[in-house]
């Protein structure tokens, strides 16, 4: 029964569990966030290689989306997880002030994956919600008193990086800007 259990866990069926609990999804760019990783041991005993936790996102290429890891770093070293033993560690990753803001049609999350030796990897995904930075919302309050309004928002691929591109458009029947005359 021993090999069996080990076979399945290796596909992903009765091995450990990770989930991230995460202390406040809605933080501005440039913040810390905080929470604490559960793992669950499932039917065997396993070997935790390491608990990777990132920043991802979505961005448009042609017809299709691609996900990109905005961050990476792992958070908890290697131990041994016998079965059914629950675990939990404590985590803090640092939001980048460039990380794109949840405006409609963008996402961010947090990444979760556990690399275990010889079995699926579990990984788990919490969706949150980046509020510009302080001078970031600075800017976006600046623009709407001109008269202009925040109309969209898109997330770019270029060499290797990404950008989120903001849209501004004038506030109908707005004079933001003086006419000449």
């Known amino acids: 029964m021993g090999f069996l259990k080990k076979m399945m866990a290796a596909i992903g069926v009765g091995g450990a569990k990770v989930d991230a609990r995460v202390n406040n999804p809605s933080l501005r760019a440039g913040d810390t966030l905080t929470g604490v990783l559960v793992v669950q041991g499932g039917s065997v005993e396993q070997r935790i290689e390491r608990i990777n936790l990132g920043l991802a996102t979505r961005y448009r290429h042609e017809d299709t989306h691609v996900t990109h890891q905005l961050t ?30 949840s405006l409609p049609g963008t996402q961010v999350w947090l990444a979760t994956d556990a690399d275990i030796a010889g079995a699926a990897d579990p990984g788990d995904q919490d969706h949150l919600q980046i509020l510009p930075s302080r001078e970031a919302e600075t800017l976006i309050m600046a623009a709407q008193r001109l008269g202009f309004s925040l109309s969209g928002s898109e997330i770019e691929h270029h060499h290797g990086r990404i950008a989120q591109e903001l849209a501004f458009r004038p506030r109908t029947g707005s004079t933001a800007w003086p006419r000449s005359r």
């Open 72 to 101: 990476r770093q792992a958070v908890v070293p290697a131990f041994d997880l016998r079965s059914g033993e629950t675990r939990e560690f404590p985590f803090s990753l640092s939001v980048p002030l460039d990380t794109p803001l």
